[in-house]
């Protein structure tokens, strides 16, 4: 994700747009850039608001990336678990700073923290069942040109009813 800023502090191109799963801790990262500015030349500071009300602050660090096909020079706000805590809508402010601390401009927007995954549990099957399960397997049809192999909806139930 990043948000690139014209040096007077509008918005130039912005993708806050990855899927963020509760508990993630530094999977996610939003870049921040300003036009023809290295990472040098301003500092960044980035809050997050939790679905409880809890205040995250983070701190980013220097970095170059490519984005839209270009590296670029800027600050790279990685989020940890403890902003991604809570499945719900998380609330964030980015200030952009001169080097002598003063802010310059803002930006706030949200992101989508979705549940984590559900994993069932544990299931048990019988010997026969996964007897079964391999003679289903080595009867479908394979599609060299494809590389998949094919059943129909109807196959699959029949198996493990």
């Not at 964030?92 to 003063?102: A, E, P």
Request: aromatic fraction near 12%; proline fraction near 4%.
């Amino acid at each position: 994700m990043y948000i690139i800023y014209n040096e007077d502090g509008s918005i130039r191109k912005i993708n806050l747009t990855d899927f963020i799963q509760q508990g993630n801790d530094n999977v996610n990262s939003i870049f921040l850039v300003i036009k023809d500015k290295t990472a040098y030349d301003w500092a960044a500071s980035v809050l997050f608001e939790l679905p409880n009300g809890d205040v995250e602050v983070v701190t980013p660090v220097a970095a170059v990336q490519e984005v839209e096909g270009e590296e670029k020079s800027g600050w790279l706000v990685s989020i940890p678990a403890a902003v991604t805590i809570y499945e719900g809508n998380v609330k964030f402010s980015v200030s952009i700073l001169n080097l002598q601390g003063q802010t310059l401009f803002t930006y706030q927007g949200k992101l989508v923290i979705n549940p984590a995954a559900i994993v069932p549990d544990e299931t048990r099957i019988t010997y026969s069942q996964y007897e079964a399960l391999l003679q289903y397997i080595l009867t479908l049809k394979f599609d060299p040109a494809l590389e998949v192999l094919f059943a129909t909806q109807a196959e699959i139930d029949a198996l493990f009813n």
